[in-house]
């Protein structure tokens, strides 16, 4: 059986060996990690430089004890969406709406702190009856279905590349062994990149242009650059749009620590406890949108190999974080990653989003939510219509005068204003822990436990 002392074991594996698994787990977050910049346009070398920095926060304020990589999150996609259409509707390029989005992220971030603080007050049982799965899992439906317009318009440049890019996730996740199971997005990605740059597809001049060396990150893409000349209007807008899917993204964190909890068979939502890594992962996501970087969120892929090689040792993924920060100061290597064609991110993207949606169906079946009741079929039906009806609608969003708001916030505020008023509230957290930790936005279903 495993226990505390079993994790410390691994330092007798040696340097060499150590090494290796570090290498094993920064591939395995890696596919992910880059995809989000890919689609929205964030710097890829600030997210590895955020993603490295914030696993080794998160490790400091969890005493060092949770085996747990921090990489890009899925579920903000929706939000930088919303927020530069909304920027482009005043005017402003995608390039200038990425950082006003960046401070809704913030934002988000903060309430991790205020939620582990209601959490250490209040016990998360009474918390979490305001979160049910009937308000985050159609959310969650929601965030899937308003990106799927753009993952057409992607493979619409080239269908036989996203279908190729389609076909091997889906051969590899269904039919792989090892870490093939547990890096089917990263191999997809692969696979088609190789044979669009075969076919002559890509354009590698900006590769051979680029430098070895440089910084992550530059000073026009961080929220610090907005103050010096900002738009409050769409900073208020950006914080309310996004702000709310932190809802779904603390009930993705509760089911990774689950996850991980039950792989090395330590309950470490006791120790370090789950207000700890609240804080940690909260912080890793506000520091990394500062400098244009995407949210951070505990990843299953590396939860995946934990539970393959059997060493749980939180040394090797910090050592995977390492890798990753050295990784973030080659600008060469993030510009190999952008000249990606818009076929490859396309395929994959229609996976991905289609899995998001079929997350928050997961979350509203595991969790047993009883739609013969009137209040649970209101709650839903509110919330996919406005999410989706807003974001297709003539004007994408919601103009309230002072500020604009999408369609995922609307929805969001509702659902949760709704089923805070109506009677028959009925989710007790904790009583299902399959339920409970239903929610989670990457593609190795297989490797939950």
Request: glycine share 10%.
């Amino acid at each position: 059986m495993t226990n505390q002392n079993a994790i410390y074991d691994a330092r007798q594996l040696g340097r060499g060996k150590m090494f290796t698994l570090g290498l094993q787990h920064m591939f395995a977050m890696f596919g992910a990690t880059v995809l989000v910049p890919v689609i929205t346009g964030l710097s890829m070398s600030a997210t590895l430089l955020f993603a490295g920095l914030g696993t080794l926060i998160f490790h400091l304020l969890t005493k060092m004890k949770v085996p747990a990589f921090l990489g890009s999150s899925f579920a903000f996609l929706g939000g930088y969406a919303a927020v530069v259409s909304m920027g482009e509707q005043q005017g402003l390029t995608a390039a200038e709406s990425l950082p006003y989005a960046c401070i809704g992220v913030f934002s988000a971030g903060i309430i991790y702190f205020i939620l582990a603080g209601l959490f250490a007050a209040f016990g998360a049982r009474k918390v979490m009856r305001f979160f049910p799965p009937i308000v985050t899992g159609p959310i969650i439906i929601s965030i899937g279905l308003t990106l799927s317009g753009s993952a057409i318009g992607n493979c619409n440049q080239n269908w036989w590349i996203a279908l190729l890019a389609i076909a091997i996730i889906i051969v590899c996740n269904i039919w792989g062994k090892g870490m093939i199971r547990i890096i089917p997005i990263l191999l997809g990605v692969l696979g088609s990149y190789i044979v669009a740059a075969c076919f002559g597809l890509c354009d590698f001049t900006p590769v051979k242009d680029a430098a070895w060396i440089g910084l992550p990150f530059q000073w026009k893409d961080t929220v610090f650059h907005v103050f010096s000349n900002p738009n409050w209007g769409l900073i208020v807008s950006a914080v309310i749009a996004i702000v709310p899917i932190s809802l779904a993204t603390m009930m993705e964190h509760i089911g990774d620590m689950c996850a991980i909890s039950s792989t090395t068979g330590i309950n470490y939502l006791e120790d370090p406890g789950l207000h700890r890594t609240l804080i940690g992962d909260g912080l890793a996501t506000s520091l990394a949108s500062l400098f244009g970087a995407p949210a951070n969120t505990t990843y299953g892929e590396n939860t995946g190999v934990l539970n393959l090689t059997r060493v749980y040792d939180p040394r090797v993924i910090r050592l995977a974080a390492v890798f990753a920060i050295i990784l973030s100061f080659c600008p060469k290597f993030s510009a190999l990653i952008a000249c990606m064609p818009a076929a490859t991110i396309g395929g994959v993207s229609l996976v991905l989003y289609g899995m998001i949606s079929a997350v928050g169906v997961r979350n509203v079946v595991e969790n047993h939510v009883d739609f013969t009741k009137s209040r649970n079929v209101l709650v839903a039906a509110l919330i996919l219509v406005l999410a989706i009806g807003i974001k297709y609608g003539a004007n994408d969003a919601i103009s309230l005068g002072f500020t604009t708001l999408s369609g995922l916030a609307v929805a969001a505020i509702v659902g949760v204003v709704l089923n805070a008023i109506l009677p028959g509230k009925d989710y007790e957290f904790g009583s299902n822990p399959s339920g409970d930790k239903a929610v989670d936005f990457e593609i190795n279903p297989s490797l939950r436990k």
